[in-house]
């Protein structure tokens, strides 16, 4: 099977779409498949994969707030692109541009979206948090369902990226055909990784000593992870026991995360750490993971906390509470910072050998990103059969 992903979000410079799609590219490429990426970028070029796949790359305008990022500007070079390749499955994921030149395309490939993110719940809905309920910003917000809808008529099947989200984008009226959860590169993480000297260590830089409580709290710094929340909940849990957070990360509000921080010295500020052995070390080191974001459509560093044998602190909506244990994890009412503060205590109050041998246990059950490009490929194959009339008795 050949799969073109027409693909906006995907960066030369990397990120997390940028891993999915790589990763997903060798997958396929060991399964006899073919995956091929068309991408924005500065110039136009092809980046062959060893194994099997490629980026076609086509030059296109920078995305205004971040030149990492591209904008499909023209049609006719993807669909150029398409016909040449004639691929049988082809994919899109962003709701503007793409999904109108995709959704158009004469071919006959099967047209898939695939829904990896919740634009009302990344903006408005945190935007306007104060001014309006939820639910009446989601109504004030139907237009964007209605919109949505009318390019998702164009396509043959329409995914989510997990449960989540489809169940987010149904109760908006938005048509979705299946939920395919996404799976980290599990290999990489695990529990056994604990390094009790590296945990005292990173205690040791926010200035608590090695009884002290290790909380992580990784991802970018923008306004939807909500860190400043995570920090005034640490700070207000901190009265009362020791507690310690690195925050590994970057982004445009950094400045007033650190702001946020005002000298604390059991809460740190550091870079994202990129190569993967040295954090599944710090991740495996620390006692929990902490996160904000009740927007997550897919809890990936959550998920990735999990497979290295660490608790969970996470709000009670979203994606991080899809992918969340019970028994290793506690949850708070989403945006309320007294109800995540009193959720630190609680993680900590549990006994400790208890909650780690069920860390340990919740680590092996971890997706992966294997299992996920399976079920996704078989999902095609099915829908491939059943235009072509093939039974699934005579696939068998």
């Not at 004639?86 to 695939?114: H, M, N, Y």
């Not at 026991?241 to 590994?248: H, T």
């Not at 982004?251 to 005002?262: L, M, N, V, W």
């Not at 993967?276 to 459509?297: K, Q, V, Y």
Request: net charge positive; hydrophobic share 40%.
């Amino acid at each position: 099977m050949l799969v073109v992903d027409v693909n906006e979000f995907y960066s030369p410079t990397g990120g997390g779409v940028r891993t999915y799609i790589d990763r997903k590219m060798a997958i396929m490429a060991s399964q006899g498949h073919e995956l091929i990426c068309i991408a924005c970028a500065k110039e136009d070029r092809v980046e062959e994969r060893a194994g099997g796949g490629k980026i076609i790359y086509l030059k296109g305008p920078g995305l205004p707030f971040d030149k990492n990022y591209g904008l499909f500007s023209k049609a006719e070079p993807i669909w150029r692109w398409l016909d040449k390749l004639k691929p049988d499955v082809v994919e899109t994921s962003s709701p503007w541009r793409p999904a109108w030149i995709v959704g158009k395309w004469q071919g006959t490939a099967l047209k898939s979206f695939f829904m990896h993110n919740d634009n009302i719940a990344a903006y408005p809905m945190r935007w306007l948090e104060g001014v309006a309920p939820p639910e009446v910003i989601e109504d004030h917000c139907a237009i964007y369902a209605r919109y949505m809808n009318r390019f998702l008529a164009n396509f043959d099947t329409v995914v989510t990226n997990g449960p989540a989200l489809e169940k987010r984008l149904k109760r908006r009226g938005v048509h979705i055909d299946a939920a395919m959860t996404l799976g980290i590169e599990r290999s990489h993480f695990s529990p056994g990784l604990r390094d009790e000297r590296l945990r005292a260590a990173m205690l040791a830089q926010l200035d608590l000593p090695p009884e002290g409580h290790l909380l992580l709290g990784m991802g970018r710094h923008h306004g939807e992870k909500r860190w400043p929340m995570v920090i005034d909940a640490v700070c207000m849990a901190g009265e009362k026991m020791p507690i310690g957070l690195m925050l590994l990360g970057t982004g445009p509000e950094s400045k007033k995360i650190e702001a946020r921080i005002a000298g604390n010295p059991h809460i740190k500020m550091f870079r994202p750490v990129y190569q993967r052995p040295e954090l599944a070390r710090i991740m495996a080191s620390c006692d929990a993971l902490i996160h904000g974001s009740e927007a997550e459509p897919f809890g990936l560093v959550p998920s990735e906390a999990m497979a290295s044998g660490l608790p969970l602190i996470v709000p009670d909506q979203g994606g991080c509470a899809e992918v969340a244990d019970p028994l290793t994890s506690e949850s708070y009412r989403a945006r309320d910072v007294v109800s995540c503060a009193a959720a630190i205590p609680r993680l900590f109050a549990r006994e400790p050998s208890i909650l780690r041998k069920a860390a340990i246990v919740a680590a092996g059950r971890v997706r992966t990103d294997r299992e996920h490009a399976i079920e996704l490929i078989d999902y095609y194959q099915g829908l491939i059969d059943q235009r072509a009339g093939v039974s699934v008795a005579r696939r068998a």
